[in-house]
């Protein structure tokens, strides 16, 4: 297996994770860029946004609910946080596995890098 979040799901990999459950897991950012970073990762392997079926709809949608269940328990709900799915080289995405990173904890700016 290649895949280096199929790794940490197979448990081959350690990951400092926060929370799991059937369909996905989360764990901290190796190279946190705020307090908060967090990767909501799904158990099945989809490499980018561009793979993405109907069928994902559900996923997508618990792994976007539970980026607001994290922030919300680390007390960002209201003071704000930022999700952001990177697809493909031009937007920085190393790991072909789709995920959500999750930031807060400091003030983010706007436009991105
Ligand atoms: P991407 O650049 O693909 O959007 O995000 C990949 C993220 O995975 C990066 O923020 C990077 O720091 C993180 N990452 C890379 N390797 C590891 C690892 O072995 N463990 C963890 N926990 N995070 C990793
Ligand atoms: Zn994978």
Redesign the pocket.
């Known amino acids: 297996m290649s895949c280096?979040f199929c790794r940490?799901i197979a448990g081959e990999?350690p990951?400092t994770k926060v929370f799991e459950d059937d369909e996905l897991i989360a764990?901290?950012?190796?190279?946190p860029q705020a307090p908060m970073h967090v990767?909501i990762v799904p158990r099945q392997h989809v490499a980018t946004l561009n793979d993405l079926e109907s069928g994902h709809d559900s996923l997508v949608g618990s792994m976007i609910r539970r980026a607001a269940a994290i922030a919300s328990e680390r007390g960002f709900a209201d003071s704000g946080y930022r999700t952001v799915f990177?697809c493909n080289a031009a937007a920085?995405?190393?790991?072909f596995h789709v995920?959500l990173?999750v930031l807060g904890g400091r003030t983010l700016t706007w436009p991105p890098g």
């Open positions: 280096l940490i990999i990951a764990f901290n950012d190796i190279n990767l990177n920085g995405q190393t790991v995920h990173h």
